[in-house]
T-cell receptor, first 113, second 115 residues
């Protein structure tokens, strides 16, 4: 069965520092991969997605993610974090050519000034 | 363009009571989803509608949960009777069509507390 693992429950960074959030997936083939952000009281917002092709994908708000097939990973990165990036981040996988999302448990990002 | 609307935003009930949540998807979106997000976990799909028909309800606890989408637009999710473990945020999402991949747009959710 498909699954998504986000090993870091909570991460704290200083504003301006770089960020990497980890995501590993388990799936028999290359799935569709996503990163969502959830701010307090807000719904989930799609940051970026990977279907195929270039393994480095760019998203909104300055985020990027790299798909590494050999490591079954899809880590999210940002070179310089802003205080407004404080939120919960979810990695998700969808079966090929479907929209059935399976989410990880999320990573809460805290940003210190 | 208006997003997915949900109400109420917060609800507190006692166990064994009933509760209902309402969702209005983005205009023109044929597919509607209900997710349950328990604290510390990612969202879990409960039920998926295509217009007013159910596509997938395999994860819906049918002994106490029910959902309908009359006329293929608004949807209501009901819990009767509620248990303590139903405390969660209930998210509604919609997408344009069902076939293939289509981006899901999420509402702000309803936070349910069962005492």
């Amino acid at each position: 069965a498909q699954s998504v693992t986000q090993p870091d429950i909570h991460i704290t960074v200083s504003e301006g520092a770089s960020l990497e959030l980890r995501c590993n997936y388990s799936y028999g083939a290359t799935p569709y991969l996503f990163w969502y952000v959830q701010s307090p009281g807000q719904g989930l917002q799609l940051l970026l997605k990977y279907f195929s092709g270039d393994t480095l994908v760019q998203g909104i708000k300055g985020f990027e993610a790299e798909f590494k097939r050999s490591q079954s990973s899809f880590n999210l990165r940002k070179p310089s974090v802003h205080w407004s990036d404080a939120a919960e981040y979810f990695c998700a996988v969808a079966l090929y050519n479907t929209d059935k999302l399976i989410f990880g448990t999320g990573t809460r990002l805290q940003v210190f000034p | 363009e208006a997003g997915v609307a949900q109400s109420p935003r917060y609800k507190i009930i006692e166990k064994r009571q009933s509760v209902a949540f309402w969702c209005n998807p983005i205009s023109g979106h044929a597919t509607l989803y209900w997710y349950q997000q328990i604290l510390g976990q990612g969202p879990k799909l409960l039920i998926q509608f295509q217009n007013n028909g159910v596509v997938d309800d395999s994860q819906l606890p049918k002994d106490r949960f029910s959902a309908e989408r009359l006329k293929g637009v608004d949807s209501t999710l009901k819990i009767q009777p509620a248990k303590l473990e139903d405390s969660a945020v209930y998210l509604c999402a919609s997408s344009l069509v069902w076939e293939g991949y289509n981006e899901q747009f999420f509402g702000p959710g309803t936070r349910l507390t069962v005492l």
